[in-house]
């Protein structure tokens, strides 16, 4: 459960960011190499964010056996 | 002898290389390296029966040439990132509606521009021989000195630079128990196991060094923190595809990057699938399963001698020797074809560990095997 409550909140993040480039035109710019940049450096900043709250929100699941899964 | 136990080792080399080459060269080119995985899979099981000693000499030293070794390991960082540049290359073509046309160049025809189905065959050829490519990041993490920081370039470029130290101070103290994400339970999938062990190693990776900071008083929030080193380590990458190819290069570089990551943890998980030791013991040779048939041995760089490794992880690859450890008894590519499909994984892997709980286990290890069957 907790795992499927921070695949959401990732999917909500990722949104939000990605709305935001759009927004910002990036879609548009993105072949300027300052751009590219920026939106890479963006994405790799969210994606480290997304790391960080699949850890606070699922907790030790990665380390837990279980008989199922 | 030299030359035949150093050069058996370049399979992998020389098929990255060939990999580049067809996306370079485009059209059916494009899927080489897709072909080459399946070539690879047939020659592995039809040679799966055949296992090779270690060689030495007669006076027991390796035939391995350290420097050769070493050499070829550092070589294939560049070999990875012109992989990525290959890629970014036809992603750019396609985004910018480069016509599809033989060209030549220096008298050798080639696929100018790139249909979308042969792009696909690109990242996927991509994403497979990354991800393969990964065996000189693991290799290469054992070594204390400029060798560490080659493999978590070798990593980053599939946004993986935390499993460095993730496998050195996690997988290798804490196998075959919960605090090692890296083991697999009984019971589990593959495809839960890549996940799971992909963001609990990322997470280890991230508490050692907050808690390292914490020690020295500094912010996590700080270059320092390797965790965040390691991403920004991927940030060129990112760059390089975002330029490239925008949306589609986004989706081209996650595509790399899930598939090798899906394959690095499939060899994790195929490494040590329910084997069990009680926490505070030593690691022992029952506590890996082997997978050393000859081609495995081979475009695997020994990583499938895993029973011998994990009792003497500084070992040269080249050194390393069959210990009479759980032994599935095929290759890699044999037995990631069979986890690829979990009830036949199941099945296929029931006998060997009752195997291995029969001749291997202690009373302490079943106990908690009771716990998962």
């Known amino acids: 459960m907790n795992t499927f409550k921070a695949l959401i909140v990732m999917a909500l993040w990722t949104t939000i960011i990605g709305s935001g480039l759009y927004f910002l035109d990036a879609h548009k710019n993105y072949q300027n190499i300052l751009w590219a940049g920026g939106i890479g450096l963006t994405l790799l900043i969210a994606h480290m964010v997304n790391m960080l709250i699949y850890f606070k929100i699922a907790g030790d699941k990665p380390y837990k056996w279980s008989k199922y899964f | ?373």
């Open chain 2, 1 to 373: 002898m030299k030359f035949y136990v150093n050069a058996r080792y370049l399979i992998v080399p020389i098929m990255s290389i060939i990999t580049i080459l067809g996306v370079l060269i485009g059209g059916a080119y494009a899927w080489v390296g897709v072909a080459l995985f399946g070539i690879n899979t047939v020659i592995d099981t039809l040679t799966k029966d055949i296992h090779l000693r270690a060689d030495f000499d007669s006076q027991g030293e390796s035939y391995g040439i350290k420097t050769f070794q070493y050499g070829i390991m550092y070589f294939m960082l560049p070999v990875f990132i012109a992989l990525q540049i290959a890629l970014a290359y036809r992603i750019f073509q396609f985004t910018a509606a480069t016509p599809v046309q033989i060209d030549l160049f220096y008298g050798i025809a080639y696929q100018s521009g790139i249909s979308g189905i042969n792009l696909i065959g690109a990242v996927l050829s991509s994403g497979l021989w990354a991800g393969l490519g990964i065996i000189y990041g693991h290799e290469l993490s054992h070594n204390k000195k400029e060798g560490f920081l080659v493999s978590r370039l070798v990593m980053a470029l599939s946004g993986a630079s935390h499993f460095t130290y993730a496998h050195v101070y996690n997988h290798h103290l804490d196998l075959g128990h919960e605090d090692d994400p890296a083991t697999a339970p009984r019971g589990r999938n593959m495809y839960a196991h890549a996940w799971l062990s992909h963001m609990g190693q990322s997470r280890y990776s991230y508490n050692l060094e907050e808690g390292r900071l914490k020690k020295q008083g500094k912010s996590t929030l700080n270059v320092d923190n390797r965790w965040i080193l390691g991403y920004l380590y991927s940030l060129p990458s990112l760059v390089l595809f975002v330029w490239a190819g925008g949306l589609i290069g986004i989706a081209a570089l996650f595509a790399v990057w899930v598939i090798a990551n899906f394959l690095l943890e499939a060899l994790n998980f195929m490494g040590h699938y329910g084997l069990i030791r009680t926490h505070g013991l030593p690691v022992e040779h029952r506590h890996s399963w082997d997978n050393d048939s000859v081609f495995t041995s081979w475009f695997f760089i020994e990583i499938g001698r895993q029973c011998d490794h994990h009792v003497r992880g500084e070992t040269y690859f080249w050194e390393l020797d069959d210990v009479k450890g759980p032994n599935y008894g095929i290759g890699y590519f044999s037995l990631f074809v069979i986890a690829l499909i979990p009830a036949l994984f199941r099945r296929y892997v029931e006998k060997h560990l009752a195997n291995w709980d029969e001749k291997y286990a202690t009373d302490d290890e079943l106990a908690i095997a009771a716990k998962f069957s």
